[in-house]
Each structure stands twice: as structure tokens, then as C-alpha cells.
């Protein structure tokens, strides 16, 4: 892929930060690999990348890895 899907603009390839929920836990992963979009900023990550975030939240899931832990402040609407 060299062109973004929703706006045709130039991909770059940068590592990014991501930040996903399981349940009530918030996942933080650091320096993914991934293409995103000079002009709209969309981010798109190759199949094998997007194997390895699903393998990595696992891994914290199951506590096959230690994680490090940050306090995240929780504001309701």
C-alpha cells in the first residue's frame, strides 16, 4: 500500500504509539511499525504487525510478559 485508502494521499512509514482496551484494561504498546498518512494522519499496519499487537496483548493478558505500569487519569463525561 503507498496511497491512503480514504483520502489517496502519500503514506510515510513512522512508528507510532497505540493504546488499546481489553475489557476494562488499557494497553499501552510503544514504537509499532506503521504507515501513516501525510495528509489525514490515518494509521495502517501491515498483517504481520497487526499479528504481533494481538500477540502482545495476550502476552500481558495472560502475564506471560511483565509489563510496566503507568497511572492514567479517569475523568467520566
Not at 42 to 54: L, P, T, Y
Request: aromatic share 10%; glycine share 2%.
Amino acid at each position: 500500500m503507498d496511497k491512503c485508502f480514504y483520502c489517496d494521499s502519500e503514506l510515510k512509514k513512522e512508528k507510532v504509539d497505540l493504546a488499546r482496551y481489553w475489557g476494562k484494561s488499557l494497553i499501552a504498546i510503544n514504537d509499532v511499525p506503521a504507515l501513516v498518512c501525510k495528509k489525514c494522519g490515518e494509521r495502517f499496519f501491515e498483517a504481520k504487525v497487526s499479528h504481533k499487537i494481538d500477540e502482545k496483548i495476550q502476552q500481558v493478558i495472560t502475564k506471560k510478559i511483565s509489563s510496566e505500569k503507568m497511572n492514567v487519569p479517569l475523568v467520566n463525561y
